[in-house]
């Protein structure tokens, strides 16, 4: 056995133990690197920042809270309650919950350590969006921030467009302001004299 290659021994194979090479095994080749599309690209982006749908976090916020309800209801049956007592009380402890409900995070799950526990697509994308907002705030990138303008040498004129109150930048702006400094300075210099 050569660099750990062919038999330990020749004994008892039948053979005298010389290693040839595989001429029958065909090396495969390097394939050729498949480049993404600008389209595959923006679909890639869609499907990573997707937004999360309302309609089924607010339906499911609601079901938590018929659930609570349904929970209520079934201890104040077993306690002897009345069927109309119940009905009353029940109906205020939804109201209560509604009030409560306000923070959108009122029946969300937390673990030990008081982090929500996410669960489902669209509870995982409004986290998502929250702590991307917290992280734009942190570093201070504006709302009507253009992404890639970075490397674009008409950046604020691109992050104005897009700002869309603001008027837009041309040239005659910059000359008005030259000349304005220019007259400044003359004052300056025959006040100066």
Not at 23 to 45: N, Q, S, Y
Not at 99 to 113: L, R
Not at 157 to 172: H, P, S, V
């Amino acid at each position: 056995m050569y660099n750990g290659i062919g038999l330990a021994t020749a004994r008892g194979s039948g053979t005298n133990g010389y290693v040839q090479r595989n001429t029958a095994f065909i090396m495969k080749g390097k394939e050729d690197v498949k480049f993404k599309t600008e389209e595959d690209i923006r679909r890639l982006d869609a499907a990573a920042n997707r937004e999360p749908n309302q309609g089924i976090l607010d339906h499911e916020r609601k079901r938590k809270l018929e659930v609570k309800c349904m929970e209520l209801e079934e201890v104040l049956e077993e306690q002897g309650y009345a069927d109309t007592e119940i009905e009353e009380k029940v109906s205020a402890y939804r109201k209560m919950l509604l009030s409560k409900e306000v923070s959108k995070k009122a029946f969300a799950e937390v673990d030990e350590f008081g982090r929500p526990v996410l669960k489902e697509t669209h509870q995982i994308a409004e986290a998502q969006k929250e702590k991307n907002k917290q992280l734009k705030e942190a570093f201070g990138i504006s709302e009507y921030f253009v992404e890639g303008s970075s490397f674009d040498p008409n950046r604020r004129a691109l992050e104005e467009a897009a700002r869309g109150g603001g008027r837009e930048k041309t040239g005659l702006e910059e000359d008005d302001r030259d000349g304005k400094k220019e007259k400044k300075r003359k004052k300056k210099k025959k006040t100066g004299r």
